[in-house]
């Protein structure tokens, strides 16, 4: 997923497992498929480097520390804004022809009651937030939102993502097995695989091959230059 406009955001990753950018920062610098590092060595780091320490004392009357350093973090992530694509030129400036027949058409698909994406990509940043099985296989590897709350009703169930610069951050779906915003279409377009927690909003849609072109071409429009 992308992080800008990450500040919006009510929890991070996939699973919803971390509530704040603060608790966020120190996942990826212990995670072994990440950094595989830690964050007090980090910090050892920092009070060792030539202008760090000035910095920190300058911005948080404190030295670099596990507080501040996952403050730093967090506020940097916090200026990281999206908003200035040619879909926010037409929807905002109102300027009419920002969009392509083919993206306006696209736009009428996805905010239409046929294919439904806005019901969970919706609002300024294209998602409510939530979490959904969207019926990517039968069984999952991955349990998902499950991992926190325990609950069985959770399990596939994956963070909603904006879809902001979404065709700047492929591959896709929570484990990018998915390679294209086409391959993306295609699936929900089938109506997804049978699994119990599925999703109702995921239901075959019928597209012809034009409507999903038009559907791919305006998720390309939500792209920030």
Same mark, same amino acid.
């Given at each position: 997923?992308?992080?800008?406009?990450?500040?919006?955001?009510? /929890?991070?990753?996939?699973?919803?497992?971390?509530?704040?950018?603060?608790?966020?920062?120190?996942?990826?610098?212990?995670? +072994?498929?990440?950094?595989?590092?830690?964050?007090?060595?980090?910090?050892?780091?920092? /009070?060792?480097?030539?202008?760090?320490?000035?910095?920190?004392?300058?911005?948080?009357?404190?030295?670099?520390?596990?507080?501040?350093?996952?403050?730093?973090?967090?506020?940097?992530?916090?200026?990281?804004?999206?908003?200035?694509?040619?879909?926010?030129?037409?929807?905002? =400036?109102?300027?009419?022809?920002?969009?392509?027949?083919?993206?306006?058409?696209?736009?009428?698909?996805?905010?239409?009651?046929?294919?439904? #994406?806005?019901? #969970? +990509?919706?609002?300024?940043?294209?998602?409510?937030?939530?979490?959904?099985?969207?019926?990517?296989?039968?069984?999952?590897?991955?349990?998902?939102?499950?991992?926190?709350?325990?609950? +069985?009703?959770?399990?596939?169930?994956?963070?909603?993502?904006?879809?902001?610069?979404?065709?700047?951050?492929?591959?896709?779906?929570?484990?990018?097995?998915?390679?294209?915003?086409?391959?993306?279409?295609?699936?929900?377009?089938?109506?997804?695989?049978?699994?119990?927690?599925?999703?109702?909003?995921?239901?075959?849609?019928?597209?012809?091959?034009? =409507?999903?072109?038009?559907?791919? /071409?305006?998720?390309?429009?939500?792209?920030?230059?």
């Amino acid at each position: 997923m992308t992080i800008l406009n990450t500040a919006y955001q009510p /929890n991070m990753f996939w699973d919803g497992g971390s509530p704040t950018l603060e608790t966020q920062v120190s996942a990826p610098i212990e995670a +072994h498929e990440e950094m595989d590092f830690n964050v007090m060595k980090v910090v050892e780091r920092l /009070n060792n480097h030539p202008l760090y320490p000035s910095l920190f004392r300058k911005a948080y009357n404190s030295g670099p520390s596990a507080f501040t350093l996952t403050r730093a973090i967090a506020n940097f992530e916090r200026t990281l804004f999206t908003g200035k694509s040619k879909y926010d030129a037409f929807q905002y =400036e109102k300027k009419s022809d920002a969009l392509s027949a083919s993206e306006k058409r696209g736009m009428d698909i996805f905010f239409g009651e046929r294919a439904e #994406c806005f019901h #969970c +990509h919706g609002g300024f940043n294209f998602t409510d937030f939530s979490f959904k099985n969207n019926g990517l296989y039968e069984v999952y590897a991955d349990s998902g939102r499950a991992r926190i709350t325990t609950l +069985h009703d959770d399990v596939g169930e994956f963070k909603v993502p904006s879809l902001r610069n979404v065709a700047l951050t492929a591959p896709y779906m929570h484990d990018g097995s998915v390679a294209t915003l086409e391959d993306v279409v295609e699936h929900y377009n089938s109506g997804g695989k049978p699994n119990f927690n599925k999703s109702f909003l995921i239901r075959p849609l019928n597209l012809t091959q034009q =409507e999903k072109e038009d559907l791919v /071409n305006f998720m390309k429009a939500l792209s920030d230059q």
